[in-house]
């Protein structure tokens, strides 16, 4: 073995070769397999065509709660995937715990899906304890944020988010990740983050911020704690960390927060994004204007400037090809910036794709047609940037059709 000397002169080439690893954008194989699988066409050929880029950041690319196609979601792990992939921004769905701090977590009752909470000494703190199947019924429980203390939250550990209802006990219950996931990233690490821990990760990333508000699962006010303060604190955690609010998109399905915000914190609710959910309504149709409520325009005028609605909503088809929307066309006569959710979120593509592309489910019969879909809602669309559980797939996109940092 040969024992090397420290002198000053090692130790600042080993701080600059640790930076700039920290910073190396990795694709791995996957965008590469997936314009394998595309038939041939001028898309595929482009795309092949920057197969040896030297892939950089882009803000086009958004890191789904991470990378939790593989990664369990919301943990620094995944976080770091994300960046890793080149996701410019990535996002902390925000909800708070018994003592109203601020974690990042999809929801506030998905504990028991997506941490170890039913097999550790926190179990007897849930709002309903695990229940295994029983003959037609199945397996259920519901573990909340607000059911344990900032300190508590600290102490589980994320896993993929997933359950088995034909579950008779907890351990089988905690399983059935989808087989086209992983457990393989899950197994020891899946380290919780505090909103806060968020915002100093992606600082170090060197990534831009998009919290999402999640609708409380108590009701509010809880002990005190109105849905104003869980807004405001939200924003204010930015400000803390001297984060400029042009770094940060919030997000709201929640039509009352983005408007509390516009006037509340108007320079940061020029990027505040509405999550349309209007595919709740069972009057709404994509291609039919009036049945947009509030419509695009209403949202303008109050102020609006982002809207987010799921990929599936911007999209229809027309003699076998895949074209915008009624209301992707409105959105964007409206003057309203569109980013969209969530690519990769679903399995293989070869049925149908799942929810995620109900609207163009005739012609989704292969992988290889994600960037195809991608293609429509960046040039056709023009979205300004997408949601991805595989961020590296967008990233290859973006740098191969120069649409790096689009969003603004």
């Not at 996957?30 to 394998?36: A, C, E, G, K, S």
Request: hydrophobic residues 40%; glycine residues 6%.
């Amino acid at each position: 073995m040969i024992k090397l000397k420290t002198t000053t002169a090692t130790l600042a080439c080993a701080i600059i070769t640790s930076t700039a690893f920290a910073a190396d954008i990795e694709l791995g194989p996957r965008p590469f397999y997936l314009i394998d699988q595309m038939k041939q066409s001028e898309l595929k050929e482009k795309l092949l065509s920057c197969s040896k880029m030297d892939f950089k950041k882009s803000d086009f690319s958004i890191g789904h709660r991470g990378a939790a196609m593989q990664f369990p979601e919301h943990t620094k792990e995944s976080y770091k995937a994300a960046a890793r992939m080149g996701a410019g921004i990535v996002e902390c769905d925000v909800t708070f715990t018994k003592d109203k701090e601020l974690v990042c977590r999809h929801a506030q009752n998905d504990l028991h899906t997506t941490t170890n909470i039913l097999a550790s000494d926190l179990a007897p703190q849930c709002t309903s304890g695990f229940m295994p199947a029983n003959g037609d019924k199945k397996a259920s429980a519901e573990c909340r944020t607000s059911d344990i203390t900032l300190a508590e939250f600290k102490t589980l550990k994320g896993k993929m988010d997933a359950a088995d209802r034909s579950a008779k006990d907890v351990a089988a219950y905690l399983g059935g990740t989808a087989d086209w996931r992983t457990d393989l990233y899950a197994a020891e690490t899946g380290t919780l983050m505090t909103h806060a821990q968020s915002i100093e990760l992606f600082k170090s990333l060197d990534v831009k911020f998009t919290p999402e508000l999640k609708s409380p699962a108590v009701e509010m006010p809880f002990n005190g704690f109105t849905q104003a303060d869980y807004a405001q604190k939200m924003i204010d955690e930015y400000k803390t960390a001297g984060i400029p609010a042009s770094d940060v998109w919030a997000q709201s399905f929640n039509l009352d927060d983005v408007l509390y915000w516009i006037k509340n914190e108007p320079e940061f609710g020029k990027q505040a994004v509405y999550l349309d959910a209007s595919y709740k309504r069972k009057d709404f149709n994509a291609n039919n204007a009036a049945t947009f409520k509030p419509s695009m325009q209403k949202l303008k005028d109050l102020g609006v400037n982002y809207i987010a609605p799921p990929m599936w909503m911007l999209m229809t088809t027309k003699d076998g090809k895949i074209i915008p929307s009624e209301y992707a066309n409105k959105a964007k006569e409206a003057g309203l910036k569109i980013i969209t959710w969530t690519l990769e979120r679903s399995g293989p593509l070869q049925t149908g794709g799942g929810w995620y592309y109900q609207s163009i489910k005739d012609v989704t019969n292969t992988d290889g047609m994600l960037f195809e879909v991608l293609d429509v809602l960046a040039q056709d669309v023009d979205i300004e940037g997408i949601f991805s559980d595989w961020p590296a797939t967008v990233t290859y996109y973006a740098n191969c059709m120069e649409l790096d940092n689009k969003i603004n």
